[in-house]
């Protein structure tokens, strides 16, 4: 099965694209979309939709699991991600694939086993389950990876 991560927001998007099978997971590519603020706020979106629908096409993903949407302070970010998180639910709807979705709690209970841990904890548990030399950079890749890497937890 392979599983897309995703960690929407405007700016950047991280992703982590994983490989489940039976017991082993396996990274397969992990980055991140990141647009211009020089943009206006639709060209920004049209630029998430259409990477997002090539690494859809590239990869195949049976599923992706994308962070729930967050905030508590920042109003003006939190609209911006809902506006990213829309064209990515678009474009995942339109290939079919589905969508799961898991709160920021959820990701890091399934990753170190506690809902508290810090980025770092649950950066350094990414290295660790899935082998890598270093903690995945930037965050927003190693937070995609940990979404993906959540959903196959759970699933399992």
Do not use: W
Request: charged fraction near 25%.
């Amino acid at each position: 099965m392979i599983v897309i991560g995703i960690d929407p927001g405007l700016a950047t998007v991280g992703f982590g694209v994983m490989k489940a099978e039976k017991e082993k997971v396996t990274p397969i590519s992990y980055g991140c979309i990141r647009t211009s603020p020089d943009k206006q706020t639709p060209a920004r979106l049209l630029e998430i939709f259409d990477e997002i629908t090539s690494l859809f096409e590239k990869y195949r993903p049976e599923v992706i699991a994308v962070e729930k949407l967050f905030f508590s302070k920042n109003v003006t970010n939190g609209l911006s991600v809902s506006e990213a998180r829309g064209v990515i639910f678009l474009a995942a709807q339109q290939q079919n694939i589905p969508i799961f979705e898991y709160t920021p709690n959820q990701v890091k209970q399934a990753i170190t086993g506690s809902g508290r841990a810090d980025k770092k904890q649950v950066q350094e548990m990414i290295k660790r389950l899935l082998g890598l030399d270093e903690i995945p950079e930037p965050d927003d890749a190693a937070d995609g990876l940990s979404i993906a890497l959540c959903h196959i937890n759970i699933m399992r």
